[in-house]
């Protein structure tokens, strides 16, 4: 019995030795690694991820401490490689071998200017901008405040491939995308607000996407893609998205407020936005802006007042399984639509002053801005161009973001929102010398004050009401399964609109600063000067429906293909205005337009087209990559093109457009690089050209086609810690390859012109220019912090026939900052420092069809300009 337990004793001990034996065989095996994150000024960085791996499939991760510090160990010998990564800074890496021992490896990061690395969460799943086969450029709010954007369109000017156009202060933009022909507006451009249309896509500027929401202090980023995934994204749009997205609360109270001052305009502004945790799982994000505004260029009344609230509330479920979130939103904003008035010519394209009046300074509004009008049935109504565009507009929607046991992603986006819009805006449309002999007059019955080299002009005032009602729903499901990451949903967007009257009145006015209405007796211009002009109305419903599909296919470490699928049906009901009976009693839709609608008649059209793209990319490593795109996209018609009074059925064409893009991105040792080339081309646009006669303004049907070879690119590079440079910009070849306009389809302008057919193929796209491009700096020293932009805008034509050329121009901003504490910053910019004269636009109802080299120089034509230079500064507080 005790031999047995001695034996027993004797195993124990053989087993234990061999136990430590073995455990200091593996210690001796193995090390560690460990080290520190800072940034290029020696700052600990924290939220910093740090990956471990090696060629044998050995992979692990982990973040940052506290202290900025990692540590992992047990680490069996062997080469790896570490991965640091941060959002908003380039990735870096290092090499290490493990030999039986502790190995400190410390890690630094720099900003990534062009956040190559970022996250990008608009079209698909979430995925790094590196990663991605898609043009895309992000702007985050700190990009946002630095360039100062004195409105929504001039934020638009930082995307490479958009032409975009401010001149009319803060009313509707123009953006040209890749060299697509338009009169203007967003026809190619989608916009969107935390990812849901805030429009369909395709009007021109009534209505207008940019009065539907405010670039303020609520917006946290701003994400483009440009081209092919755009028309994938969303219905309609093959050109690009533009996703608005807000804060949305934190773990942490954070808050920014401003208050800014137009020292050129007497703006006065005030904007707050603040966010953080009602508890564990509710997080919360409110803010807004206000501000009152005389213009720029200043009309005779307040040009400006009015701004928005919005906020959120979030609920995040246990177990990180997802959140369900409320938002809400109010814009009461009136703004001052600038349109084009008149300088003399002088052949330079440039806007020469005229002797009493600047284009380029000053403003055509009437000082006598108020009327009433009778119609037929008796109603009074009065109007005032001194109430411009004036939006009101509630929205409340919900986002509902949850995954499953079995990993698959559900998401729901819902929006309803309420629209009114008034426009109170006038046009001139005609201008003339004062004829001698006869009296002209104030609406008081004094004599109108003018000289030999004065002018009278002949104005249009559009007084339209606007009503629409939107609800726009998107259902995604997402699953990762494999090497694919599926994604599929389903979509409605209701649009109801209700336009009801769309107004128009003739006057005739000054042509001066401060300008009066006229009374001339001899001509029948007595009362209050009013002319009635005519009245229409645009009602309808319109219905999008949509699926789509996606499919992210990893072949392998190095490439990701990506598919996607999209089929829309757009549905449109609606009532077309006649002003007429024939002998039977039926509507005479060829009546001419008066005062007084006599009936509607319904129409309904029902039209499915489908887009597909096909992206690869080649992530050639860390810091490189390469991508390519095909796209076969669409665009199509909307209720402005139905809804007219005189409908062609021949006017309607299949619109299908082809993209193909090539694509390299790149970011190390300070360097950040995004460019592309690409090919697009649009067929059978209908493009109405408006030809001025003696009947008054007739309108052209012709289609047309074009193909644009365009190269965009942004350029970044962190010249030292406290000094960076950029430069983006576009080049682009747009060409109408197919455009012809007869004047047989128009009996007003054949009986004037005669039988012509204008033949503008081969020509360049009227007002896109061939460079534009920006070279930006951003010096930091200290409390002190100052940016520049010098930017370009290469000469454009004003019409398809490339007549009339505009010349290209040079306008630079800059702003200046201080740090009077950690928390409070003084800043002071200004635009258009060397207050550059320049026309983005000429007569867009009339070069087509002028010879140019029977012009007089001195002759009075329009045309519109840039705004002139201005002075701002604010004083901003922001805690976290």
């Known amino acids: 019995m005790k031999k047995l337990q001695l034996k027993d004793k004797l195993e124990t001990f053989w087993l234990l030795c061999l136990f430590i034996i073995s455990s200091v065989a593996h210690a001796q095996s193995t090390g560690s690694i460990s080290g520190v994150v800072k940034d290029k000024n020696g700052t600990l960085l924290s939220e910093v991820t740090v990956k471990l791996s090696s060629a044998n499939g050995t992979d692990r991760s982990t973040k940052v401490d506290s202290m900025s510090t990692y540590n992992f160990k047990n680490v069996p010998n062997g080469k790896y490689k570490i991965l640091f990564t941060l959002l908003g800074h380039l990735a870096s890496t290092a090499q290490v071998v493990v030999e039986n021992n502790d190995v400190v490896i410390n890690g630094q990061l720099v900003e990534d200017p062009m956040q190559l690395d970022a996250v990008v969460v608009t079209g698909g799943r979430p995925k790094r901008k590196i990663e991605s086969s898609v043009a895309i450029t992000t702007m985050s709010a700190k990009d946002i405040q630095q360039r100062a954007p004195l409105n929504n369109i001039d934020l638009m000017k930082a995307i490479p491939g958009l032409t975009v156009e401010s001149s009319g202060g803060d009313g509707p933009g123009n953006v040209w995308v890749r060299g697509f022909p338009q009169g203007g507006g967003y026809t190619y451009l989608g916009i969107l607000e935390d990812g849901l249309a805030v429009l369909p896509t395709g009007f021109n500027s009534a209505p207008s996407a940019d009065q539907y929401y405010k670039a303020d202090l609520t917006i946290k980023n701003v994400e483009a893609i440009r081209g092919g995934n755009a028309a994938i994204v969303l219905a309609n749009t093959p050109g690009a998205v533009i996703n608005n997205i807000s804060y949305v609360g934190a773990a942490k109270s954070y808050g920014d407020f401003k208050v800014s001052s137009g020292l050129s305009q007497g703006l006065f502004k005030v904007e707050g936005n603040t966010g953080g945790s009602l508890s564990d799982n509710i997080r919360y994000n409110i803010g807004g802006s206000y501000r009152t505004d005389n213009g720029i260029v200043s009309p005779p009344y307040n040009a400006g007042k009015g701004g928005q609230l919005k906020g959120n509330i979030t609920y995040h479920f246990k177990h990180n399984k997802g959140y369900f979130r409320l938002l809400g939103k109010y814009i009461d904003d009136k703004i001052y639509w600038r349109l084009p008035s008149y300088y003399s010519y002088d052949g330079s394209g440039k806007p020469k002053a005229l002797p009493n009046y600047d284009i380029f300074t000053q403003s055509m509004e009437v000082v006598d801005s108020k009327w009433d009008y009778t119609n037929g049935s008796g109603k009074t109504t009065s109007y005032d161009l001194a109430d411009g565009m004036h939006t009101k507009m509630g929205a409340i929607g919900f986002q509902f973001n949850y995954t499953t046991d079995n990993e698959w992603q559900i998401s729901n986006n819902f929006r309803y929102q309420d629209n009114k819009t008034d426009i109170n805006s006038s046009i001139p449309v005609g201008v003339g010398g004062y004829v001698p002999g006869v009296d002209y007059k ?46 599929m949903g389903l979509g409605i967007h209701q649009h109801n609109v209700n336009n009801n009257p769309y107004d128009t009145f003739v006057f005739f006015q000054e042509l001066k600063e401060n300008p009066r209405r006229l009374l001339i007796p001899a001509f029948g211009i007595v009362g209050n000067g009013i002319i009635p002009a005519s009245t229409t109305l645009y009602i309808a419903n319109t219905r999008i429906l949509s699926s789509y599909i996606t499919d992210e296919i990893a072949l392998s470490a190095k490439y990701r293909l990506d598919l996607g699928f999209r089929l829309d049906n757009h549905n449109i009901d609606g009532k077309r205005p006649y002003y007429g009976v024939n002998t039977d009693g039926t509507p005479n839709p060829s009546a001419p337009a008066t005062m007084t609608v006599t009936g509607t008649t319904d129409y309904s059209y029902s039209n499915t087209n489908w887009a597909f793209s096909a992206g690869l990319n080649d992530k050639i490593s860390e810091n490189a990559a390469m991508f390519a795109r095909l796209t076969r996209a669409y665009n199509t018609p909307n209720y402005l093109d139905y809804g007219v009074q005189v409908f062609n059925a021949a006017s309607i064409k299949k619109r299908p457009v082809y993209l193909a893009e090539l694509g390299y991105k790149y970011a190390k040792n300070g360097w950040s690089l995004f460019s592309s080339m690409s090919y697009s081309a649009i067929k059978n646009v209908s493009l109405n050209i408006t030809v001025p006669t003696s009947a008054g303004l007739q309108s052209l049907i012709a289609f047309g086609s074009t193909a644009t070879l365009s190269a965009e690119y942004e350029v970044a590079y962190k010249v030292s810690n406290n000094l960076g440079l950029r430069l983006t910009g576009t080049l682009q070849d747009s060409k109408y390859t197919d455009y012809k306009a007869s004047t047989n389809t128009n009996p007003a302008v054949f009986a004037e012109l005669g039988d012509k057919t204008y033949d503008f193929s081969g020509n360049r796209t009227e007002r896109v220019p061939v460079l534009s491009t920006e070279l930006s700096a951003n010096y930091d020293y200290k409390k002190f912090t100052t940016n520049w932009g010098i930017i370009y805008t290469g000469s454009r034509y004003t019409s398809p026939s490339d007549s009339y050329k505009l010349p290209g ?47 007089a120089k001195g002759s009075l034509m329009i045309g519109r300009t840039i705004l002139p230079r201005s002075f701002w500064a604010s004083i901003s507080y922001s805690f976290k």
């Open 442 to 487: 104030y609406l008081d019955g004094s004599p109108a004050v003018y000289g030999a080299n004065d002018y009278n002009v002949t104005t249009a005032a559009i007084m339209w009401r606007n009503k629409d009602k939107q609800y726009i729903n998107n259902l995604d499901f997402k699953k990762k399964v494999n090497n694919h990451s599926l994604g």
């Open 809 to 855: 121009y040079i306008s630079v901003r800059a702003s200046a900052g201080y740090k009077l504490t950690k928390a409070i910053e003084a800043k002071f910019w200004v635009d258009n420092l060397t207050n550059t004269r320049a026309l983005t636009e000429g007569d867009v109802r009339g070069d087509q069809f002028r010879d140019f080299s029977t012009i």
